[in-house]
């Protein structure tokens, strides 16, 4: 039988930081869900889950560490810096 071992990852707090500003720039409050780490047990087999930003009905994904941040899934990715461009024209849709 298959054991996965599941241990959630803290977000940065650097990056929650810019998060909020960027909301709240934008004067929308975000929902951020931590990222976890899965593991499978006896292996050397890991996923780690990137943390979830709702903002209007959107799933943003970031990753600790990093500078992009990706829409929805991980095929479509923005730089950071771009967020708030991208809310502001989400809000006005």
């Known amino acids: 039988m298959i054991k996965i071992i599941t ?8 990056l929650k930081q810019r998060l909020e500003f960027i909301c709240e720039f934008c004067h929308i409050k975000p929902t951020i ?9 006896k292996t050397n087999l890991s996923y780690i889950e990137p943390h979830k930003i709702i903002v209007k009905d959107t799933t ?4 600790n560490y990093s500078t992009d941040i990706y829409v ?3 095929n479509k ?10 809310i502001k024209n989400l809000l006005n849709a």
């Open 33 to 41: 869900i931590n990222g976890s780490i899965r593991k499978i047990d």
């Open 72 to 74: 929805g899934s991980l």
């Open 7 to 14: 241990q959630e990852l803290e977000i940065e707090s650097n």
């Open 77 to 86: 990715k923005i730089k950071l810096v771009e967020l708030e461009d991208y």
């Open 60 to 63: 943003f994904l970031a990753f």
